[in-house]
């Protein structure tokens, strides 16, 4: 059965028993990433071969609306090792996904009749995992 992206919460805290949900997100990045390929190509071998190695993960990207009081509630939380949620269906009815790392902030351009929006972006410090 699919779900829908309804609902879907980012939340933030500085301790796991404290994540809360800041802001309404309007889209979220890809969870987790893939891992790189190490190639172990012999001159026996006709083709390459690899072995997955460590997974490789960018800085991930929330986007919001803009909101003055929305926008300092967070700003105030950047730079420091938190703790992130993200959390599917009611009360994580269809999944958790948890990490630690830190955040930053920006207003985005925009151009006529467009609204205003910020984007968190949050550097991974550990690896992402589905709550149990």
């Known amino acids: 059965m699919a779900i829908s992206t309804y609902g879907v919460k980012l939340k933030v ?50 986007t919001a609306n803009y909101d003055s009081e929305d926008y300092d509630a967070v700003d105030a939380l950047s730079g420091q090792q938190l703790y992130y949620e993200l959390e599917f269906g009611e009360n994580g009815s269809d999944g958790v996904f948890q990490w630690q790392g830190e955040h930053t902030v920006r207003v985005t351009g925009a151009g006529a009749n467009s609204v205003i929006e910020m984007v968190i972006s949050v550097a991974p410090s550990t690896e992402i995992t589905k709550k149990a």
């Open 13 to 62: 805290g500085t301790t796991a028993e404290t994540v809360e949900q800041l802001v309404c997100i309007k889209d979220f990045p890809d969870i987790g990433g893939s891992p790189e390929q190490i190639e172990t190509t012999t001159l026996c071998d006709a083709q390459q071969t690899f072995i997955n190695g460590i997974k490789s993960m960018s800085i991930m990207e929330f």
